[in-house]
């Protein structure tokens, strides 16, 4: 009999039932270290009492009202944004695949306004930028799209990090070209800086839009507001969610505002997208994560953790290969099967997540406090120990 609730998931079987920081407390009673933060969501923890204080101020006024009205905490979110980013403009919505479907029609649209239509946008392999029809055709990738045909058409994908492929595929009939500048579900693989800005010149040549996804690796979690601000170039377009609400659904389309001139009233909506409950607190965890003091915690917390996870790799050269990312956004590539690095983890009340190309993913609080870095640490210490012994037995 099917179960009650889709099974579309592979679940672990645990339940919360209350947080606090980067822990979570299991229906049993346990306390797990959360170094997952609900997929990069809970940027600064569990029951942050900033965004508590938020929620609750904003959920006694005002939940609801539609945008046939103007709300002023979205106006509030959106002046934000354009003041820290290169944006002139933004567009709510309530997660990132909802973004998604924006950034793709405000690509075609731009043509299409300017009178010399493009429908074609160019992806990478292993990239996520949602489920929807219209994501899942722009990533690819048979796990997503089997099934689900006929896909919406228009989309190119080229491999990872092969500028010739690259070269070839983007041309004048481009429209788009979209990359996450670290791929997240991919296996935290990092778009070298000058791949971007090479990106960013080849767009320019043909005349295409540049798409950066920022859903996983924006909002602080590279120790920057947004992960392209290293490579010192801009996009057209960035899709952000996650991190953004801190926990609650938000999700945000930015852009310039050229590249936003086709987006006339009536073209595109949302009936929840930009909501005060949702902006009210997207405010706060942007106001909070903006500051150049936080953002400058942020690097030196990614710095403890990423020297302590270059010792385990290290210390267990047969469990783990390397370390990768940037900031908060940290990838363990392993030498077993991540859903066994996940596992023993788990023994050790440690929560982690895993990632395509044989990646476990740490993406914890960015304002998880340096002891809890030095106690996942440990915990991880002793999963791969165990994990290790067990190998051993086993050979
Ligand atoms: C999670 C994710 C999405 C989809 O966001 P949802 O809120 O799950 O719809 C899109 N792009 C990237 C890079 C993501 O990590």
Redesign the pocket.
Known sequence: MIPSVLPTYSRLPLSFVSGEGSWLVEADGRRFLDMGAG?AVNALGHAAPELVEALTEQASKLWHVSNLYTIPQQQALADKLVELTFADTVFFTN????A?ELAIKMARKYHYEKGAPRAQIVAMEGA????STG?IAMAGGDKMVKGFGPLMPGFTHVPFGDHEALKAAVTEETAAVIV?PIQ??GGIRVLPDVCLKGLRALCDKVGALLIF?E??CGMGRTGRLFAHEYAGVTPDIM?S??GIGGGFPL?AVLATEDAASGMKAGTHGSTYGGNPLGCAIGLKVTDVISDPAFLAEVNRKAGLLRQGLEGLVASHPGIFEEVRGTGLMIGLKCKVAPAEVVAAAQAEELLTVPAADNVVRLLPALNIPDGDIAEALARLDRAAGALAKEKAASA
């Open positions: 997929i997660s990132g695949t909802e998604a996520f930028h949602g489920r994501a996450e997240g579900e996804d859903v996983q899709m969610a996650k999700g």
